[in-house]
Each structure stands twice: as structure tokens, then as C-alpha cells.
């Protein structure tokens, strides 16, 4: 059984086609990367996989599970980490660990177990009792990142978990990351921007634009596919390389959309 499965997924906002019956399959505990350029429909896809939106058409599988019925169950499959940050900075790193166990209905015993074992692999046990608000962005990415694995997810959706972060501390973070995933067979799904992360880290790539899957396959597959040398020359062969500039018709439907949503 895949961890992940897409079939035909289709979200659209009045005229607007965001994601067009796009198609996939994620293995269990594959390191899947979901690049494209921006608002080629990464986010709008990880919201629908995530329960956050619901589909115009189309199927999701998480773990065996469709998320648009049984959302609870499935939430309590994955964890995220958003782009935007969403840990408690007036809180210490052990109080945030704590507060996500209780809201996953984790045993206390395993509770303390998992918060341990993850701070200190990310580093972070020394600082434990400190606030956040002390910490500095890496260190703030990393406690977000053992926060997601607490609960033991089957899944886990990272949402450009570097952007902004320096060459060594993406290294770092990636590191753990691929620990985490090897040694309890955790899937992960990520999109990101920075090329080299997809190149080392991922077992497999799918890459969106306007909409659609263009290219799906391995890092080396995807060049050999387009005569590259790099990735990145890949996805820009794949994708173009002219700056995407959204019309105003189209933010403007966004934004009514998500305003509808809101209600």
C-alpha cells in the first residue's frame, strides 16, 4: 500500500484552475520532493492533502484513509510543518513539545520518551527550558520539525522547511531529517526551492507547473530526461525560465476565494 495516493485531483476557485487532475503515488517511507515554480499549485495541493481544503474532483489516499471523510483519523496519520512559523515563542522548546503531544493524545510516558529522544537529536536538549523567542531561526525550524515527528506520523509534509536558513543549518536539518526517516520508515513530502536539498535529499521528484505534473521520476532520471547537468537546469528546461507574474484577474480570485473560505 502507498502512503500517498492521487488520482485526478482537480481544485479549482470559480475560473480559476489551480491544480488540473494531477496523478501521483508516494511510497512508504520515500522522501518525496514536489517542486514547481511559484503558484504552479504546490501549496493548494498540500492543503488538499492535508485536510485544509477540499477537492473540486479527484481522490487522495493518506495511509489507506480518505482524508476528505475521515479527516480526524487522518490528521492523526501526518504531521506538518508550514512555511509560515506556528510554534509559541513565549513558551520553552519542552512546554511546545508537551502542548503538541497533549493535542495528539500521546501517553505521558511516551510522551516524555519521544520529546527526549527528539531534542536531543535535533540538538535542542540543552536548550529545552529556554523560550523560544530566545532561539534563532534554525533553531526554531528544527524544535518545528521534532515537534512534527512527536506523535509518530506515518507521513510528514514539509512545507519549504529551509526557506531563509543558511547552507550549514539547511545541511544540518536535513541530516536529522533523513535519520528520523530511515529508522522509523517515516515518509516524508516536501517542496522546496532550493534545488541542491531535492538533488541529495529526495528519493523521487514530481515537478508541478500551472496546474500539472510536467515530470516525475529521480533526481538523475529528471536530468538524464532533459540533457542536464544539474537539477536545477532540469527544472528550469522542464518549467522555462521567465518570472512567473500572476495577473491581477487571478490574485483577485484568489483572494475572493479565500475570503469565501474563511466564512
Known sequence: MSAIRVENLEKTFGDLTAVNKISFQVEKGEIFAFLGPN??????????????????????ELDGLDPTIHRNEARQRFGIVFQDPSLDAEQTAYENMEL???LYKVPHKLRVQRTEQLLKLFELWERRNDYVKTFSGGMKRRLEIARGFLHTPKILFLDEPTLGLDPQTR??????????????????FLTTHYMDE????????????HGAIVAMGTPQELKQQTNSESLEQAFLALTGSTIRDESATSQDQLRRFAQMWRK
Do not use: C, F, Y
Open 39 to 60: 503558484g504552479a499549485g504546490k501549496t493548494t495541493t498540500i492543503k488538499m492533502l492535508t485536510t485544509l481544503l477540499n477537492p473540486t474532483s479527484g481522490k487522495i
Open 100 to 102: 503538541h503531544g497533549v
Open 171 to 188: 545541511n544540518q536539518l536535513w541530516t536529522h531529517v533523513k535519520s528520523v526517516n530511515e529508522s522509523e520508515n517515516t515518509t516524508v
Open 198 to 209: 531535492a538533488d541529495r535529499v529526495a528519493h523521487r521528484i514530481a515537478i508541478i507547473d
